[in-house]
């Protein structure tokens, strides 16, 4: 009898932290007892979360500083300006003669290469400055914090749980295992001391 402790020590450590891990999302509504009352961690704390998680996307993760990096890249910069090249040459070549037919055949292709010149000169200074003009409206009206914040805050618990569980599924269910391991180190450990004592 005295060798199904480690079993049952085991259960017992699997079943707590099991109840511990559901406590997290349960119950959704707060339950009142006399002295006290329960509620799931996530939804009895979820506007505190969403804050933080919030924060934490804003300053860690998506800054704007971080935006404006990336948006004022070489590469992203070269980019925009080929594509800008492009549209030039679409319009110079294709729109222009056709809706100003005699004008184009005055100008000639050299006139139109150096139109083309110098738009591209003034792109060059231009780009780097539209993308800083995003930038400053973009931070005017895209919180990113808030943003994260107002999702968050108004996700339905179900949802909530559902997200988080596929995020943590791996590291939830090693909680409940490690629990039942600890019971069943803890279970032998009794049984020994119960053995050296007779």
């Known amino acids: ?5 480690p079993f049952i020590a085991a259960l017992v450590g699997w079943f707590t932290n099991y109840l511990a ?20 961690i996530f939804p009895k704390n979820q506007k505190e979360v969403a804050k933080r998680i919030g924060k934490m996307v804003a300053e860690e993760l998506l800054s704007s ?3 404006r990096e990336r948006l004022n890249n070489p590469q992203n910069i070269l980019t925009i300006q080929e594509m800008a090249e492009a549209k030039v040459d ?4 294709v729109t222009f ?6 004008t184009s055949a005055i100008l000639g292709s050299k006139r139109k290469e150096k139109f083309k010149a110098e738009i591209m000169t003034e792109m060059e200074t231009t780009v780097p400055e539209m993308v800083d003009n995003y930038m400053i409206h973009l931070e005017d009206t895209f919180d990113v914090r808030k943003i994260i914040e107002e999702r ?3 996700l339905p618990s179900e949802k909530l749980e559902e997200m988080m569980t596929k995020l943590l599924k791996k590291e939830f269910r090693f909680i409940e295992y490690i629990g039942a391991l600890i019971g069943f180190i803890i279970g ?3 049984v020994l001391m119960v053995s050296f004592q007779f």
Do not use: C, E, S
């Open 188 to 190: 032998w450990i009794q």
């Open 1 to 5: 009898m005295i060798y199904t402790l």
């Open 21 to 40: 891990v559901k406590m997290l999302f349960y119950p959704k509504d707060p339950i009142n007892f006399h002295l006290f009352r329960i509620q799931g």
């Open 90 to 93: 679409y319009y110079l070549n």
């Open 65 to 67: 500083d971080d935006l």
């Open 97 to 102: 003669p056709k809706n100003y037919p005699v």
């Open 152 to 154: 968050v805050a108004h």
